[in-house]
Antibody
């Protein structure tokens, strides 16, 4: 059973870059798509984007100009960078396996944007 | 983007009740519709994929149906652990989009 775990700072200052990493255990990151999803009270569940183990990506157009998702197959990890954050980016961020349904999720990590 | 609209937004029911939640897509998504259950402080859990396929390990109390634009999630006999928020999600086209959620509460 694959397991995912998000890690990264829980507090980010406005205008800075949010950086999170998802570590996959219990299975290989290869041969699957991997997504980032966030959840805030104001906007519900929002898909941010996915990456294939080969490195190809697909981003939500609403965030595309600020998002970068990357993968490190040697570490069985994939990462999210979201630039120029504002208070509206405050949310719980989840990583998930995209199959294309989300069948495995991390526990989620709360990221607060505040000075 | 494809808009997903769930109804009702909230629902009160009793243990043993049969409950149906509806999800409507703004355009046809064929059968690319998934259902999730979320409890407070936890990640969503996949219940149903491809409109009607029960995820491994999920109780057979849960069933899904529909295609095109209209879908339903049915819980045949509510158990105490079923009180949670339910979301639909389309995986037909990116950006993947979710419904706003249906909160199922104990009557």
């Amino acid at each position: 059973q694959v397991q995912l775990q998000e890690s990264g700072p829980g507090l980010v200052k406005p205008s800075e870059t949010l950086s999170l990493t998802c570590t996959v255990t219990g299975g290989s990151i290869s041969s699957y798509y991997w997504s980032w999803i966030r959840q805030s009270p104001g906007k519900g569940l929002e898909w941010i984007g996915y990456i294939f183990y080969s490195g190809s990506t697909n981003y939500n157009p609403s965030l595309k100009s600020r998002v970068t998702i990357s993968v490190d197959t040697s570490k069985n990890q994939f990462s999210l960078k979201l630039s120029s954050v504002t208070a509206a980016d405050t949310a719980v961020y989840y990583c998930a396996r995209d199959y294309p349904y989300f069948d495995s999720w991390g526990q989620g990590t709360l990221v607060t944007v505040s000075s | 983007d494809i808009q997903m609209t769930q109804s009702p937004s909230s629902l009160s029911a009793s243990v043993g009740d049969r409950v149906t939640i509806t999800c409507r897509a703004s355009q046809s998504i064929r059968s690319y519709l998934n259902w999730y259950q979320q409890k407070p402080g936890k990640a969503p859990k996949l219940l149903i994929h491809a409109a009607s396929s029960l995820q491994s390990g999920v109780s057979s109390r849960f069933s899904g149906s529909g295609s095109g634009t209209d879908f339903t999630l049915t819980i045949s006999s509510l158990q105490p652990e079923d009180f949670a928020t339910y979301y639909c999600q389309q995986s037909y086209i990116t950006p993947h989009t979710f419904g706003q959620g249906t909160k199922l509460e104990i009557k």
